[in-house]
């Protein structure tokens, strides 16, 4: 159950061995990110997230997004990554740099934080990888508990994900966390719109609404069918009453 079977392929993406071993492989083909550079994402990370907020980047890999946004002024950001041939190579490359710091860490168990450690945390498809590993769901909770307990109340979680709100909002929308969560889509970069394109002009800095079953308005067209999706997961401080509500709702 929500685990996204269609977007995975053979391999383990939640299994360290896997992580390591591609990055010896692939040791001198250079940094690579995810989904999207922070140019594409600095709007967004901009608006909420102040540059002097403590960031914890999960999943860091070897992208230079953490680079970019000290470039851009953040004064403090923790990487952390499941795997230790990434962390001992970027140590080695940004040894020089204060503001960036790296540890191996798995996201399901951050324990060495304590509570209300980070002002944001964010999240360049790590989920999705744990979401195409074994116990998909359990690792998700996982994650997401241990993500809701480092923020600082008024906190941010930064999701960017290939995960439609079918199967995003299941994970994020729970008492638990007391996220109140914002949608944003941006098309996949370098995506054209086709001059015959009949959908109206959106902007992509503006939050996008959702059905309170977890849909997008039956009207929205989804002009990029490989778009990104980011979800900004504001903790409140205090349990969200769902009593009320459709577990799928967002608070927008």
């Not at 503001?99 to 945390?121: A, E, I």
């Not at 990104?228 to 799928?248: A, M, Q, V």
Request: aromatic content about 12%; charged content about 25%; hydrophobic content about 35%.
């Amino acid at each position: 159950m929500y685990r996204d079977v269609s977007a995975c392929s053979t391999y383990n993406y939640g299994d360290a061995l896997y992580w390591d071993a591609r990055y010896i492989q692939e040791a001198n083909c250079g940094s690579f990110d995810w989904y999207q550079r922070y140019s594409a994402l600095r709007p967004f990370v901009r608006k909420y997230i102040p540059t002097s907020a403590r960031v914890l980047m999960v999943g860091c890999g070897n992208a230079l997004m953490s680079e970019d946004m000290v470039k851009d002024g953040y004064e403090d950001i923790m990487n952390i990554d499941i795997s230790s041939v990434a962390i001992d190579m970027m140590r080695r490359k940004y040894e020089q740099v204060p503001q960036m710091k790296y540890m191996k860490m798995d996201v399901r168990d951050m324990s060495f934080f304590p509570d209300d450690s980070f002002h944001s945390v964010i999240d360049k498809g790590t989920l999705d990888s744990l979401m195409c590993g074994n116990n998909a769901p359990i690792s998700a909770a996982h994650m997401l508990g241990e993500v809701s307990r480092l923020l600082k109340p008024g906190g941010v979680y930064l999701l960017i994900t290939y995960g439609d709100p079918t199967v995003r909002i299941p994970h994020l929308y729970r008492s638990v966390y007391s996220w109140k969560i914002e949608l944003y889509i941006i098309p996949r970069p370098g995506f054209q719109k086709p001059a015959d394109s009949a959908s109206s002009a959106k902007s992509f800095l503006e939050p996008v609404p959702i059905t309170e079953k977890g849909q997008l308005p039956a009207d929205y067209v989804l002009e990029d069918p490989d778009s990104h999706f980011i979800y900004i997961c504001k903790k409140t401080g205090e349990p969200i009453d769902l009593s009320n509500k459709s577990p799928y709702s967002l608070s927008l």
